[in-house]
């Protein structure tokens, strides 16, 4: 049976990091450096923070998000070897569903909806392996942890990083 | 730690039955019998299989739903002792998941966004039990299954049977 692999929608597969600072811009005429959210929660990272997450609920907000270089690629090629799972906290943000589904439906065709969960707390999916920025998913996941870079989490020393999908696809290919 | 329940929505909290057919009488004409449904895969149970399924995709199908009897006392009560998760297999409709999740909020308020996950196959869920209505995800759980009695399932002689969330209730209370 080939091995089971979750993966995390935002800062993962959709750069919603760009898109955000991107939207900030647009809506509040304010441009943020990339390097000014290094190491910072997200909803702390911009000058004004309710202005910021006040976008989180904007229609279009996920649905025009752009994608994490090489992700396509990625998970293309991972679905040789691995049962690929999309596994988002969507349900937070109820009006993203809809969206990330059709984000989705876009730019991962070759996912089929059998293999896509959103969700609120990840504890209860179980997979062999969970892809993923945030510590409050990876530190209660029942498969192998593996940290993807985003900003906020650039101080972490936890759990085994990869810092983009080259090197995401590099450690799962060694693993299979 | 607190044992977690899976609860499936149609058929379980969700009366999907009597809604199929009060909408396929209402836009068809044709008043069917519940005991025409009785040991019949749910397709098939209608005398044009292929206008019942068109009804699935139809705006408001999921959201005005009438709630199957005793499963909001029965989830409050289990709620107390059990850690509840409500698991839908939503995403084979994606229209029906703002519907879904509006549905819950309504009649289900007590259960948290962080206790909901939309998925497509139930395999990567992992709880201690999972109640459904279909082998398809009881077959495969990771917990111990409990089949709640639907029409389609009525000849069904696998896995520990609840007819009610009566039943449901006595059931799992003795577990606790």
Redesign the interface.
Known sequence: MKK?I?IDMDNVIVDIETNWINWYEREFGVKIDKKELLGIPEDDAFPDPVAARSLIYKTGFFRNAPIIDGAQEALLKLQENFDI?IVSAA??F?NS??EK??WLNEHFPFI??????????KR????DYLIDDHLKNLDFC?GTPILFTASHNVNVTKHKRVNNWEEALALLEAEN
């Open positions: 089971s979750a799972f349900m937070e109820p569903l809809p589904y059709d089929s909806w059998k293999n896509i969960v959103f969700c609120g707390d209860i999916i179980d997979t029942k």
